[in-house]
């Protein structure tokens, strides 16, 4: 990474607390990700996204800030995105994926809470994350009962807006949905200073759109019988995802494509032919999470989907592009947004067909449910999932795991045990 | 612990045929190391203890058992690894999980077991079969100590009485309830409750009525499904295997050769490698 002490220092970063996640990272990085064979080339910008993960965009977004834009940092993919590109914000996507930040979480917040919010805590207490200190806004939501009292917390250090999200998909639910979209714009045009219009709204639900397009893309080239692209690799463009430039983004995303399908023409495999296809289920992994994805690579297996808040329920939605009026506008986004299928729903049947269709499409061997522990909303809802997909003659396995390699032996064991189960002469 | 009867049938086959083909399985365990010997039929078992080292234990193991059977090591085809030292052995062909082998294990004892249940020392785990012998599904508890062997042991010490002693306490004895599955927690209320003079009689049934809760909960899971077989060290407790049976109803089918299932799973593996070809 080239020198940011003085970006960094400028945003209030605790250089040499910093200094020590920057010193384990690229180690990090270079075990699970360098060492893969096959790698397509056009995965070297990602790379490259990571090693500058602090820096490059960090400086971006201070360009920006200098010209008058205003950062607004969030944590679920429920928040639209269009809105704050629409009235001249720049949103990212905050991580929380590490267990660097865990213990300055835990200053705060009780032990037994998900490591995810712990961790995001962490990050803007320890001041630890250049992406929270450069956060104008911080906006939260209500889709678990840690993270509602966590932002009360969040909100003693930084300005934080947190948008109401129902826990049922009724009309009424609806309705509630659209007027906290409307909240959300009276917040931005009020941070940024600049009126939320169709046109310049138009042009956002585009850009967010085409970047969903291409990611879009890119998990159907998951969908072919040989595997030109690594579950992992896959896993950190859609983490990336959350915080590039969106313009950027779709175009490297496209170019990775077209290697991708050229690849797919030749019938190019980063795995051994037979190994078992996961479609892996469950709570979001933020960067840099990436041990279930390294554990079930390394242990047999091969991701080819990932039904989770950092895969396919971030992209799999397009809002309508077709409107006549702004409130119009505003429908559609209340439409696609409120028609993600989270745990945090009852009752939320539509998960289950999500996993079944995603099951079939990917042509997936067993599914893996993946759950960061003290998730109740996801831990409960594996009894219905189960019971659905035994009734499909889908096999799956529950595995409760934080960001700790603590478990990581005893996880290699049952992630083997499932896949020889999965390669029993009878099946 | 090898088991003369065993041992001693083997000697005439040997003579009989000196080219004769074997497998070997051995079970790196978190307490013990397991292995079996076997070519189509078991012919002998040896279980010594881990020690620090899965790779020491595995290797000795294999080459005791060479040596009091007077086998060649060109003679063992396929030599299959399993538990959590599975993969220490360089000289292995290949590691297969306890889970896998638990399973072969126990449908070889007896081809009716739809379900294992199996305590070992560091992990418990229920298996379902199928027809087959086939894993179908499986839930293992890996997080912590609770309801496993080294809970056992922990308590069993705490109590200063060995495991065996367990099952000569008499069955007037009224259990006294643990309420804390935690290793560590449990250890604290025990203190607590020999402290106010309740019997260590006792808390001993009560360590292993808390320790049947647990693999009863676990068995209705996975989906109970006769018969049910019981492997794994802690099997050997017969108290145990009484509350479990009062507790599900059902009767636990337990083989003399139980601690030595995964081990003998490999084994058998192993040889299905050699009988059918399989080149990996």
């Known amino acids: 990474m080239a020198n940011y002490r003085e970006l960094w220092e400028s945003l209030g970063v605790d250089l040499k607390k910093h200094d020590e996640l920057c010193a384990v990272l690229p180690e990090f990085f270079e075990e699970i990700y360098l060492s893969q064979n096959d790698r397509p080339e056009n995965m070297n910008y990602f790379n490259f996204v990571v090693s500058e993960i602090h820096g490059y965009r960090i400086q971006e977004l201070a360009d920006h800030k200098e010209k008058g834009a205003k950062v607004v940092g969030t944590f679920c993919v429920y928040v639209p995105d269009e809105i704050t590109f629409a009235g001249g914000g720049i949103g990212i996507g905050l991580c929380g994926g590490s267990d660097f930040w865990i213990p300055d979480g835990e200053k705060v917040l009780p032990r037994n809470t998900c490591p995810l919010i712990k961790a995001s805590i962490g990050a803007k207490l320890g001041n630890t994350c250049p992406y929270f200190s450069s956060a104008d806004l911080l906006v939260g939501e209500t889709t678990c009962d840690g993270k509602k009292k966590a932002w009360e917390i969040l909100g003693e250090y930084t300005p934080v807006h947190v948008m109401d999200l129902p826990q049922m998909k009724r009309e009424k639910g609806k309705l509630h949905w659209m007027d906290e979209i409307k909240i959300y714009k009276d917040k931005i045009e009020e941070l940024t200073g600049t009126e939320v219009t169709k046109e310049n709204l138009e042009k956002s639900i585009k850009l967010i759109n085409d970047k969903r397009r291409a990611l879009q893309r890119l998990y159907n080239l998951r969908k072919e019988e040989n595997l030109p692209i690594s579950g992992k690799d896959a896993l950190l463009i859609t983490q990336i995802a959350f915080y590039d430039d969106p313009e950027r983004f779709t175009e490297k995303v496209h170019a990775l494509c077209d290697e991708l399908e050229k690849r797919a023409a030749e019938g190019v495999s980063v795995f051994a032919e037979g190994t078992p296809r996961i479609l892996v289920t469950g709570t979001p992994m933020a960067i840099p999470n990436w041990k279930m994805h390294h554990l079930i690579e390394t242990s047999g297996g091969a991701v080819v989907c990932e039904e989770t808040c950092t895969g396919v329920k971030y992209f799999q939605d397009l809002v309508n592009e077709d409107n006549e009026t702004m409130e119009d506008q505003l429908r559609s986004l209340t439409d696609r947004y409120l028609n993600i299928n989270c745990a945090c729903f009852t009752p939320n049947d539509g998960r289950i067909d999500d996993i079944i269709r995603l099951y079939k499409e990917y042509k997936a061997d067993g599914v893996i449910y993946y759950s960061l522990p003290f998730c109740s909303t996801y831990a409960i809802e594996y009894k219905k999932v189960k019971e659905a997909l035994e009734k499909e003659g889908i096999p799956v396995i529950m595995i409760e795991t934080d960001y700790s390699l603590q478990d990581a032996g005893q996880i290699k064991t049952r992630l083997e045990a499932f896949f020889e189960m999965l390669d029993a002469p009878e099946k | ?280």
């Open chain 2, 1 to 280: 612990m090898v088991c003369p009867h065993v041992a001693r049938v083997y000697i005439t086959t040997v003579i009989e045929g000196v080219s004769q083909l074997f497998s070997i399985g051995i079970d790196m365990g978190s307490v013990g190391t397991k292995a079996v010997i076997y070519n189509g039929e078991m012919i002998d078992k040896i279980v010594i203890p881990t020690g620090w080292s899965p790779k020491n234990a595995g290797t000795e193991v294999f080459n005791a058992l060479l040596k009091r059977n007077n086998i060649k090591k060109e003679q063992v085809k396929k030599i299959i690894t399993t538990g959590y030292g599975r993969s220490s052995l360089d000289f292995a062909d290949k590691a297969v999980t306890e889970i896998t082998c638990h399973a072969k294990g126990a449908f070889f004892l007896n081809e009716n077991i739809r379900t294992v249940l199996d305590i070992g020392g560091q992990d418990s785990k229920v298996i379902a079969l199928d027809e087959a012998g086939n894993v179908s599904d499986f839930l293992m508890n890996d997080k912590c100590a609770a309801g496993t062997g080294r809970f056992l042991q922990v308590m069993a010490t705490l109590l200063e009485m060995d495991v065996e002693d367990f099952s000569a306490i008499n069955s007037t004895v009224k259990p006294q309830k643990i309420s804390s599955m935690c290793t560590v927690f449990a250890e604290s209320e025990i203190i607590s409750l020999l402290a106010n003079g309740v019997e260590k009689e006792s808390l001993a049934l009560g360590i292993l009525d808390s320790i049947a809760n647990r693999a009863v909960s676990m068995l209705k899971r996975v989906g109970i499904h006769s018969e049910i077989g019981f492997t794994g060290g802690v099997s050997k407790s017969k108290n145990l295997v009484t509350l479990i049976e009062e507790k599900t109803g059902l009767n636990l089918y337990s083989h003399p050769d139980s601690q030595i299932a995964g081990a003998l799973g490999a084994a058998i593996i192993g040889w299905n490698k050699i009988n059918l070809g399989y080149i990996e």
